[in-house]
């Protein structure tokens, strides 16, 4: 297997941590990008890699991902991800879960964890009898903090919103905006239905084919297959799956005006970037409009706080947006090539 150190996503990262507890089953990974402004914090997510490898690759770019998406949502926190590599049977024990609460425990508070794909709030509980570095947990209605998921997709709702008036002349009004959603889990159905309420079209494309249609049926959207979503014609494009979907091949084939959602790290490269910007394609960085998550979890766990003022930093993001979009419109950079910048600013490797 090639060293960490040699793969095009290690950037300096403080720490890359290893885990394997036969026991237990648990092969995981603890990667640490930065705690220049706080304790690395990011989610966990459970998933089957095709290569080893390609756990650690995704470690890497997620940490990093978290180190600018903290930073640039005013948290004290850096940038951490875990990443449990799912066993063959697919089954996530809580043995399992315990296990990796061990291995967060043995940094030494160096990384706080929440939930992030495959992890749900009740995972969260079996890692949380092991360590304290833990947030995301079950709370009651209207408390601050568990599940970041319909945070995030309020905060990606706000930035879509944002999107819609940077293309449009101003005007956030969504009525008629054709919004095509890839991934319609937690973050990408609550966004859906926002921008149903808003009246917006849509097209809705998952995975999980079931899932897709019922939520048509429920919102009156079209839906179509998840190979589909990346070519329809809409005025929007909002990724809310899984990363890297964003390359050359797709983005020629891309008939939208923005790309706006959830997911993280869409661009599967640095040059990506520039073929968006070149399209005259507008994008929204992820780890800008995807930041209501870890600001859910983040000031939870740093606590005592209200929902509301939650939601009140969440609120934030449609502006931080509109900065990156016009340094990026005076400087003729692409949006995320600025935010980039602000961003390793922040974390003092400007």
């Not at 929440?114 to 209605?141: C, F, K, N, Q, W």
């Not at 859906?192 to 899932?211: E, H, S």
């Not at 939601?311 to 090539?337: F, H, N």
Request: net charge negative; with cysteine.
């Amino acid at each position: 297997m090639t060293s960490p150190w040699s793969l095009p996503d290690f950037d300096d990262h403080e720490g890359v941590h290893l885990f394997h507890d036969r026991a237990a089953g648990l092969r995981a990974i603890i990667a640490i990008h930065s705690t220049h402004l706080g304790p690395g914090a990011g989610g966990v997510r459970f998933w089957r890699y095709a290569r080893d490898e390609d756990a650690i690759t995704d470690a890497l770019r997620l940490s990093r991902g978290m180190s600018y998406k903290n930073a640039m949502a005013g948290l004290p926190m850096g940038g951490g991800k875990g990443v449990i590599l799912a066993p063959a049977d697919g089954v996530k024990t809580p043995d399992l879960l315990r296990a990796f609460g061990d291995a967060i425990a043995s940094v030494g508070g160096r990384y706080v964890t929440a939930e992030d794909v495959g992890i749900a709030e009740a995972d969260m509980l079996h890692i949380a009898e092991r360590t304290p570095y833990v947030s995301g947990l079950p709370v009651a209605d209207g408390e601050a903090g568990g599940d970041p998921g319909p945070v995030t997709a309020q905060g990606v709702y706000l930035g879509i919103r944002a999107a819609a008036g940077r293309i449009g002349g101003g005007s956030e009004d969504m009525v008629g905006v054709r919004v095509a959603i890839q991934g319609v889990g937690s973050v990408g159905g609550g966004v859906a239905r926002r921008l149903a309420a808003d009246g917006a079209i849509l097209t809705l494309a998952d995975v999980n084919t079931a899932r897709a249609a019922a939520l048509g049926r429920e919102l009156g959207a079209t839906v179509v297959d998840a190979r589909e979503i990346l070519t329809v014609e809409a005025d929007i494009l909002s990724p809310n799956a899984l990363g890297a979907i964003l390359n050359e091949g797709s983005i020629g084939a891309l008939r939208v005006r923005a790309v706006a959602g959830g997911a993280n790290n869409q661009l599967a490269t640095p040059g990506d970037a520039a073929r968006l910007h070149d399209r005259g394609i507008l994008y929204a960085p992820d780890y800008v409009i995807n930041a209501g998550g870890i600001i859910n979890v983040a000031l939870a766990y740093l606590g005592p706080i209200t929902r509301e003022a939650i939601l009140g930093r969440v609120a934030e993001i449609p502006g931080r947006l509109r900065t990156i979009w016009t340094d990026s419109a005076e400087s003729g950079l692409p949006p995320s090539v600025v935010a980039d910048c602000i961003a390793q600013g922040l974390i003092g490797r400007g």
